[in-house]
């Protein structure tokens, strides 16, 4: 048998566990199973963002709290502020130290309005993802049961469906069966279509002397959609 037939009853076959393939991936157990494993694998990098922006935080309370004692430590110097004057000190030179103190406070006061709003906002945002986190943990641990329960009831079907692909894939070429089966990993399907009016499915023309390669049935790739094209 021409290789073209060959490879046209494997396809015809392989159509079979596609559709299986398919019924499976639309599955809302799949579904599930994929939405929950995708939000576990990034679980662990939002949380450890969100320890960063703890320690963030820290540091930065750490640092505001240094400030705050060292303002406090200097404001404690013009405690004695009238005496400092009856002594002769230089009243414009304390009043413009007391002004730089003053808006240092009302800078900090605004650090801390917004450290304290960024913190409100961060414990709002670890209770909604370790609340979404749990969930998913039951989520996934659900659905992957269910998921393989959808594969195991489909599994005799499968295996039937891969012994005659195998019985008939010895009757091909194993360099053409491999070339097939590389291409249906990437998802192309039709894997072989027939060549209409010197042209492909996908629209992709073919010269004449690649047509008069088809002949005796052999098959060649389409340099557009790598499918194997056949003549009828």
Same mark, same amino acid.
């Given at each position: &048998?021409?290789?073209?037939? @060959?490879? +046209? =009853?494997? #396809?015809?076959?392989? /159509?079979?566990?596609? !559709?299986?393939?398919? %019924?499976?991936?639309?599955?809302?157990?799949?579904?599930?199973?994929?939405?929950?494993?995708?939000? &576990?694998?990034?679980?662990? @990098?939002? +949380? =450890?963002? #969100?320890?960063?922006? /703890?320690?963030?935080? !820290?540091?930065?309370? %750490?640092?505001?709290?240094?400030?705050?004692?060292?303002?406090?430590?200097?404001?404690?110097?013009?405690?004695?502020?009238?005496?400092?004057?009856?002594?002769?000190?230089?009243?414009?030179?304390?009043?413009?130290?007391?002004?730089?103190?003053?808006?240092?406070?009302?800078?900090?006061?605004?650090?801390?309005?917004?450290?304290?709003?960024?913190?409100?906002?961060?414990?709002?945002?670890?209770?909604?993802?370790?609340?979404?986190?749990?969930?998913?943990?039951?989520?996934?641990?659900?659905?992957?049961?269910?998921?393989?329960?959808?594969?195991?009831?489909?599994?005799?079907?499968?295996?039937?469906?891969?012994?005659?692909?195998?019985?008939?894939?010895?009757?091909?070429?194993?360099?053409?069966?491999?070339?097939?089966?590389?291409?249906?990993?990437?998802?192309?399907?039709?894997?072989?279509?027939?060549?209409?009016?010197?042209?492909?499915?996908?629209?992709?023309?073919?010269?004449?002397?690649?047509?008069?390669?088809?002949?005796?049935?052999?098959?060649?790739?389409?340099?557009?959609?790598?499918?194997?094209?056949?003549?009828?």
């Amino acid at each position: &048998m021409p290789v073209s037939q @060959e490879l +046209l =009853e494997y #396809q015809k076959v392989d /159509a079979e566990l596609r !559709k299986i393939e398919q %019924e499976i991936a639309a599955s809302e157990e799949r579904k599930k199973y994929i939405q929950a494993k995708k939000f &576990m694998e990034t679980a662990g @990098e939002k +949380l =450890e963002a #969100q320890d960063k922006r /703890a320690r963030d935080f !820290k540091a930065l309370f %750490e640092k505001l709290s240094e400030e705050f004692e060292e303002l406090n430590r200097m404001i404690s110097e013009y405690s004695d502020l009238d005496e400092m004057v009856e002594s002769g000190g230089d009243i414009a030179f304390y009043k413009k130290n007391v002004q730089s103190l003053a808006d240092r406070l009302r800078a900090m006061k605004g650090e801390l309005a917004k450290l304290s709003s960024d913190i409100e906002a961060a414990c709002e945002e670890y209770k909604r993802m370790k609340k979404q986190t749990i969930s998913m943990q039951k989520q996934y641990k659900e659905y992957s049961e269910k998921f393989k329960e959808i594969k195991n009831s489909r599994a005799e079907e499968v295996g039937a469906i891969s012994a005659r692909l195998e019985q008939i894939g010895a009757k091909i070429p194993p360099e053409i069966l491999a070339r097939y089966k590389a291409k249906r990993r990437d998802r192309i399907f039709p894997v072989v279509a027939p060549l209409t009016n010197g042209r492909c499915i996908c629209g992709m023309d073919f010269a004449i002397a690649q047509q008069g390669a088809l002949s005796g049935g052999n098959v060649i790739e389409c340099e557009h959609c790598h499918r194997f094209i056949y003549k009828e």
